[in-house]
């Protein structure tokens, strides 16, 4: 039987962790452990692309060109390649309607509306502490600069 990632049990000291394609032996999972597929999760949410694209779709059903003026500085080839990371790992679903010219829509999984939450505290805390980060980053230029 296979299991979404979030089930895991301990046998014999040996955590297991699963994906939906096979099964394997860790001894933690852990995104500190460079082989648990956890990793490569935690590297795919931790994109400043994606977490404003789930940002944007947490607000509901987007059309590409939408999401595309909605996202700032993002290039086609970017969005595009976010996109598709995202549905490969069951976050975002992708409806193309059979019409001319075609239409596709984007929406969160109910997987990627788990995201909503903390990704959203972590671009209200961006949004909210950006003087903060500014000013920290003038004063260590400005130390750097004199120590040359």
């Known amino acids: 039987m296979i ?9 014999e000291g040996t955590q297991k962790c ?5 099964v394997r032996n860790y001894p933690e999972i852990s995104v500190c452990n460079a ?5 490569q ?11 404003i694209a789930i940002y944007r779709l947490s607000k509901g ?5 939408q999401l595309q003026k909605e996202i700032g500085g993002i290039s086609q080839k970017m969005l595009t390649q976010t996109l598709r990371n995202l549905e490969r790992d ?4 992708r409806r193309v309607y059979p019409v001319i010219p075609p239409m596709v829509e984007y929406s969160l999984t109910p997987l990627g509306g788990t995201l909503i939450e903390p990704l959203s505290q972590l671009c209200k805390w961006a949004e909210t502490h950006i003087p903060e980060v500014e000013t920290a980053r003038d ?4 130390g750097q600069i ?3």
């Open 18 to 22: 699963y994906t939906y394609f096979m």
């Open 139 to 142: 004063r260590y230029d400005r």
């Open 61 to 65: 059903t987007k059309r590409y060109n």
């Open 3 to 11: 299991l979404p990632i979030t089930h895991s049990f301990c046998q």
């Open 41 to 51: 999760v935690l590297d795919l949410i931790a994109d400043k692309w994606t977490a």
């Open 35 to 39: 082989q648990c597929p956890s990793r």
């Open 146 to 148: 004199t120590k040359l």
């Open 90 to 93: 069951g976050i975002v679903n």
